[in-house]
């Protein structure tokens, strides 16, 4: 039978069509014009290599079919397709709400990307049966919401394909109930609430998977990597996770109760609330921070311990005596550390971030690298502690004791220094702004000369962070000697710029959360090791366009964006341009990182003042009532920029090109202009009072 005569006798109310041959038939209608199937019975046809194209097949009957190669798109809700063969069918984007799939043949059959679609707050795909069907090699990459799997054969099924997010399962609620999925990877998965009980995970990849209120009871988790996944709220009591790695797991209020924890990696798990009765192989250390987050540790005596890599944050250590202690890396944001003892403490790359640490003892202490930004320090003593590139920015400094300490390339920017000692503080390439009160600062004209700032640098460390999850997730930033060795298999230039950014935060540690949180421009930001390692990947890869100068630093945030990469080969200065797959989208986005950032800080209110933009390209840039007081701006294009109302008194403008800006009623009170290009600028109502013109370039009147 051929389409046309099949649409026909539908359309006169023929439903009954069971066992016809429509091989090879194609039925092609359009977005919003549907062609409609709904509810016909196509049980045990031949339909081989048909197409369903924006075809309507909503409740309609295909049990037993022969879909060999078919390809559907459009709606298949209610539908049922049980015992059908789907042997290398196309199944998606599709609609598949109570679709029934049980005892199918699913072999090679691909469900396309995950649509991400959301009807009345909701999944459009719910609830699938799956039952006993046979997945072997199929790719089940789309929406599952509370899909039953229960003995189907997923032993080589595929959840994901490569590292894009459009092309991964969505399994909240699913049932994959005493599955064997030994090996499989389900890195990054969201399995929310989904039921594995009894499953064989072992060796399986769950790195950075969401597990949140999943049941995991019983299940084997031996081997499996488990690192930076969330399992808060899962059950994992009789679970076994010997051999498992949970490197920087979240295990706040999980149940693992009973379970075998024996030789795991438990380094940085989250131990808040979780139920540990009776299990096995929880390290000492682990039992430790599990006390000190759920119980407390006041005043006690914990000398030498060895904390590091901890999840301490909120935890109250008033009074306790931790000298000597390994904290390095570890998480102590809002921790209460008041009158506690740190002297020679390891403190190295620790994020002691909005802290308590008043009257504090930390003497002789190592806090390179550490996050220090709004902590409370006031009256510490820091004698001969080390700073070095620690991040100090809007801290409480006010009577600490700072004297030999090494403050060497430490922000400070915004840092209270009122009657601070910093007697032979070593200050070299130190970076602040806006201190008040420091009136002990020693030979501060020398100091200002060294300050470490570029205008990536100095555009970072003024973006603002709406979402304090992004601000939370943003890790350390790296050393150049760590850049370096990362990147050393790279056939190309590593531009300064991609140096600076990763020497100031080294991606999000949880890059692809469940509320898709983003960095800037709808993108998220990928710790370098991770940006690396998915280039490798893609330039392998037959399946995308690729060049070995690219690097995959910013991958998409929300469902409807594409990446974005950095391109390599420039001494200095790293493009970036769109990398969208699914539309071939490679086409240039931003000339620099710098440019990137630059946007992303002038959508926001945040200040300029003082700021070293030198030779920054700001042509046709939205910068009206924008403060830029006392900025440096020196061969800074400006050139068709709008800088009305634009506070620039005592900047730097030396060389500026004003070509054809807008200057309406800007204060440029006090600028040094010497060479600045005003041609046919708009300079009405432009304050420049003790401005200095030497051999600048003005509009013609």
């Known amino acids: 039978m051929k389409q046309g005569e099949l649409i026909k006798r539908y359309q006169a109310g023929?439903?009954?069509?069971?066992?016809?041959?429509?091989?090879?038939?194609?039925?092609?209608?359009?977005?919003?014009?549907?062609?409609?199937?709904?509810?016909?019975?196509?049980?045990?046809?031949?339909?081989?290599?048909?197409?369903?194209?924006?075809?309507?097949?909503?409740?309609?009957?295909?049990?037993?079919?022969?879909?060999?190669?078919?390809?559907?798109?459009?709606?298949?809700?209610?539908?049922?397709?049980?015992?059908?063969?789907?042997?290398?069918?196309?199944?998606?984007?599709?609609?598949?709400?109570?679709?029934?799939?049980?005892?199918?043949?699913?072999?090679?059959?691909?469900?396309?990307?995950?649509?991400?679609?959301?009807?009345?707050?909701?999944?459009?795909?719910?609830?699938?049966?799956?039952?006993?069907?046979?997945?072997t090699n199929a790719y089940l990459t789309s929406d599952f919401v509370a899909a039953n799997f229960r003995r189907a054969n997923l032993k080589q099924a595929k959840f994901l394909k490569g590292s894009l997010y459009w092309y991964r399962a969505y399994l909240v609620s699913a049932d994959l109930s005493e599955q064997d999925l030994q090996g499989q990877n389900l890195s990054t998965l969201n399995l929310t609430q989904a039921n594995l009980s009894h499953t064989n995970l072992s060796y399986a990849n769950l790195r950075s998977a969401i597990l949140v209120g999943a049941n995991l009871c019983n299940a084997n988790l031996s081997h499996a990597d488990l690192s930076n996944s969330n399992l808060s709220e899962a059950n994992l009591s009789h679970g076994n996770l010997s051999h498992a790695n949970l490197t920087n797991s979240n295990l706040t209020k999980a149940n693992i109760a009973e379970a075998n924890l024996s030789e795991t990696e438990q380094n940085a798990i989250l131990l808040h609330e979780s139920n540990i009765d009776n299990t096995i192989g929880l390290t000492e250390k682990s039992r430790l921070i599990w006390r000190i987050v759920n119980q407390q540790a006041i005043g006690e005596d914990l000398t030498g311990v060895d904390l590091s890599y901890s999840k301490l944050q909120n935890a109250n250590l008033q009074g306790t005596n931790l000298s000597n202690a390994d904290l390095r890396n570890s998480l102590l944001t809002n921790a209460n550390l008041s009158d506690a003892n740190?002297?020679?403490?390891?403190?190295?790359?620790?994020?002691?971030?909005?802290?308590?640490?008043?009257?504090?003892?930390?003497?002789?202490?190592?806090?390179?690298?550490?996050?220090?930004?709004?902590?409370?320090?006031?009256?510490?003593?820091?004698?001969?502690?080390?700073?070095?590139?620690?991040?100090?920015?809007?801290?409480?400094?006010?009577?600490?004791?700072?004297?030999?300490?090494?403050?060497?390339?430490?922000?400070?920017?915004?840092?209270?220094?009122?009657?601070?000692?910093?007697?032979?503080?070593?200050?070299?390439?130190?970076?602040?702004?806006?201190?008040?009160?420091?009136?002990?600062?020693?030979?501060?004209?020398?100091?200002?000369?060294?300050?470490?700032?570029?205008?990536?640098?100095?555009?970072?460390?003024?973006?603002?962070?709406?979402?304090?999850?992004?601000?939370?997730?943003?890790?350390?930033?790296?050393?150049?000697e760590q850049i370096t060795e990362l990147t050393k298999d790279i056939p190309h230039q590593i531009p300064e710029e991609l140096y600076q950014l990763y020497q100031w935060r080294n991606g999000m540690n949880n890059y692809r959360g469940g509320d898709f949180d983003v960095f800037?421009?709808?993108?998220?930001?990928?710790?370098?090791?991770?940006?690396?390692?998915?280039?490798?990947?893609?330039?392998?890869?037959?399946?995308?366009?690729?060049?070995?100068?690219?690097?995959?630093v910013f991958g998409q945030g929300t469902d409807n964006c594409g990446a974005y990469v950095v391109v390599l080969g420039d001494e200095n200065i790293a493009p970036v341009q769109n990398f969208d797959p699914e539309y071939r989208d490679y086409s240039p986005k931003y000339p620099s990182l710098t440019h990137m950032i630059l946007k992303a800080v002038l959508e926001t209110d945040v200040s300029f003042e003082g700021a070293n933009l030198s030779g920054v390209d700001f042509s046709r840039f939205q910068m009206s009532e924008k403060n830029f007081s006392g900025a440096n701006l020196s061969g800074a294009n400006l050139s068709f920029t709008d800088l009305s109302r634009t506070n620039l008194s005592e900047a730097n403008l030396t060389g500026a090109n004003f070509y054809r800006a807008g200057l309406f009623r800007a204060n440029l009170t006090g600028a040094n202009l010497t060479n600045a290009n005003f041609q046919e600028a708009d300079l009405e109502g432009v304050n420049l009072t003790d401005a200095i013109l030497n051999n600048t370039i003005m509009a013609d009147v």
């Open 14 to 135: 023929e439903r009954d069509f069971s066992g016809i041959n429509l091989s090879g038939e194609a039925f092609y209608g359009k977005q919003g014009g549907e062609i409609d199937l709904s509810g016909i019975n196509l049980s045990h046809a031949n339909l081989e290599k048909v197409i369903f194209s924006h075809v309507n097949l909503n409740s309609a009957n295909l049990s037993g079919a022969n879909l060999k190669d078919a390809r559907f798109n459009g709606y298949l809700d209610d539908a049922d397709l049980s015992e059908a063969d789907l042997t290398n069918a196309r199944i998606g984007p599709c609609s598949l709400n109570h679709t029934s799939f049980r005892k199918a043949n699913l072999t090679n059959a691909d469900f396309g990307a995950s649509s991400g679609l959301i009807e009345n707050g909701k999944r459009a795909s719910r609830e699938m049966d799956f039952s006993e069907s046979d997945c």
């Open 520 to 552: 800037v421009d709808s993108q998220n930001f990928k710790p370098l090791e991770k940006a690396v390692e998915e280039s490798k990947y893609f330039l392998k890869s037959n399946d995308y366009k690729w060049e070995d100068n690219w690097l995959f």
């Open 342 to 480: 740190l002297t020679s403490a390891q403190l190295q790359q620790v994020d002691l971030s909005q802290a308590n640490l008043m009257n504090t003892r930390l003497v002789n202490s190592d806090l390179s690298q550490a996050n220090l930004e709004n902590a409370n320090l006031s009256n510490a003593d820091l004698t001969q502690a080390n700073l070095n590139l620690a991040k100090l920015s809007h801290s409480n400094l006010s009577q600490a004791n700072l004297a030999s300490a090494n403050l060497s390339q430490t922000i400070l920017n915004y840092a209270n220094l009122s009657q601070t000692n910093l007697q032979d503080a070593n200050l070299d390439k130190a970076v602040y702004t806006n201190l008040y009160d420091a009136l002990n600062i020693p030979d501060l004209e020398k100091l200002r000369t060294k300050q470490n700032k570029t205008p990536l640098t100095e555009l970072l460390n003024r973006l603002p962070m709406y979402n304090t999850a992004v601000t939370e997730s943003l890790q350390p930033g790296l050393t150049r």
